[in-house]
């Protein structure tokens, strides 16, 4: 038997409408952000790009070779200490900054793993609901099914039972 696929309904694709609700999501947890959190990403944004590199490795050159008498100026840190005392401050500015960034970034993270785990124990839990039901209609119309686990199909997950599982396992690994 042949089949026909019907054209989807107009409108927006279930696909296309959840990458907008993530992308509308997106948009509003970075316009929540505080002024501190916004100041910290740029900061964190442009000491990550290249252009940065670029302009440290510039200066860094011109100062050396200033300081080193390679050029008609007059050297001002002949011993470097300004040079290494500019760096180590900016350096410890900017891990600062980058471990704000990455604080907001893994609680974002975190949230999002959350919301993984609750679609996957919904979806768990809605799958073993259609095991039991295609079971039963089976077994209404004679149908044999023959699958070993059917039995452990049609139970629920218990989430700590796993979670205790896991941790086991990884408790004896370890020993």
Request: no cysteine; glycine share 4%.
């Amino acid at each position: 038997m042949e089949q026909t696929f019907t054209k989807p309904p107009e409108g927006p694709s279930v696909v296309a409408r959840n990458i907008e609700a993530l992308l509308q999501r997106q948009n509003r947890e970075q316009e929540r952000r505080t002024l501190q959190q916004r100041i910290a990403d740029a900061i964190t944004g442009a000491a990550g790009s290249l252009p940065f590199v670029y302009v440290h490795l510039a200066i860094v050159l011109a100062w050396v070779l200033i300081n080193v008498g390679w050029t008609p100026l007059k050297p001002f840190d002949p011993t470097f200490v300004l040079l290494a005392t500019a760096a180590s401050v900016e350096a410890i500015f900017l891990s600062t900054f980058v471990l704000v960034t990455q604080n907001r970034m893994q609680r974002e993270a975190d949230r999002r793993a959350n919301l993984d785990l609750q679609i996957s124990l919904l979806t768990e839990h809605e799958l073993t609901r259609v095991i039991q039901l295609v079971d039963a209609v089976a077994a209404k119309v004679g149908a044999q099914v023959p699958i070993p686990e059917l039995d452990e199909l049609q139970r629920d997950v218990s989430p700590e039972q796993v979670l205790d599982a896991i941790d086991d396992a990884s408790t004896r690994g370890s020993e």
